[in-house]
């Protein structure tokens, strides 16, 4: 029999470590002085040890291992944890080497330029939202006002409240100086249905959204889209959708001029 120091360095894992398995009941001391309290451990419980330490090292948790010990579970149930878990690893590992790549890209970037860039990107979530849409081929880029106009109308008209800040989605696979095929999209909450040109329906959500923030007027959107669609290729996506222009700021909002807007650039991407 061993005192837990002895049997410390013979495991070559610490005091602590043996006390905590202990209180969870993962691997309890052979024996426990009822006079001194102190704990003895035996040879034989060596394996009983380095199993708790293999489980642990390929991420289960404590929980995990004492359900294994204590329920004896079979070996088809171990797998299924250990493909959880494999799966739960592999993710991460893509997110790091994603990571990575944009880092990558980021000093490439510094290299080339030796400045900060004009704009950042980010990788986020898009949930799904209630909204008023209105499509259309339009002349032109800069000419969405009547349908603004058209969709604001109906929504205020018929009971439709706003619900956060209005988009344009753009449908082209390329840019168009004209013939601009668009719809203009308004969240909405309260009882909206669709009616004429509006359809009021759930605009998807999107997983993976490539998004910067251009501030100023409408008419230098061009260096925003090019940055974006630079840091798209640089970091090993390609576009998978519509792009959406979000206006955070916009002319809508009374009283500000064209050198405070605010818009975010969206493009749903995806790696191939």
């Known amino acids: 029999m ?36 102190y704990r003895y451990y035996s040879a034989g419980q060596l394996p009983d040890l380095y199993q708790i330490l293999s489980l642990k090292d390929l991420g289960l948790s404590l929980e995990q291992i004492r359900t294994l010990f204590g329920q004896g579970v079979p070996p088809a149930e171990l797998r299924g944890m250990l493909r ?5 690893v592999q993710r991460t590992v893509d997110d790091e080497q994603g990571r990575l790549a944009r880092i990558t ?4 970037q510094l290299d080339q330029e030796e400045i900060m860039p004009a704009y950042e990107v980010v990788i986020k979530e898009v949930p799904a939202m209630r909204v008023a849409g209105l499509r259309d081929t339009v002349a032109n880029y800069g000419s969405q006002g009547p349908l603004w106009d058209e ?102 909002d009374e009283g500000v001029a064209p050198k405070d807007y605010v818009t975010e650039i969206q493009f749903p991407v995806v790696r191939p």
């Open 2 to 37: 061993y005192k837990i120091g002895e049997f410390s360095r013979l495991s070559r894992v610490t005091v602590k470590a043996l006390r905590h398995y202990d209180e969870e009941g993962l691997l309890k001391p052979a024996h426990v002085d009822r006079f001194t309290g």
């Open 84 to 88: 959880l878990k494999q799966a739960e």
């Open 105 to 108: 890209a980021r000093i490439q």
């Open 151 to 252: 969709l604001m109308g109906y929504v205020f008209g018929n009971g439709g409240k706003p619900a956060g800040p209005c988009l344009t989605v753009y449908f082209d696979d390329e840019y168009k100086e004209s013939d601009v095929d668009l719809e203009v999209v308004q969240p909405v909450e309260g009882a909206l249905s669709s009616g004429g040109r509006v359809q009021v329906y759930d605009l998807a959500a999107v997983p993976t959204m490539a998004s910067t923030v251009h501030t100023g007027p409408y008419s230098g959107f061009n260096d925003a889209y090019g940055a974006l669609m630079q840091w798209i290729a640089a970091n090993g996506y390609r576009v998978a959708g519509p792009n959406r222009e979000v206006y955070l700021r916009s002319a809508g």
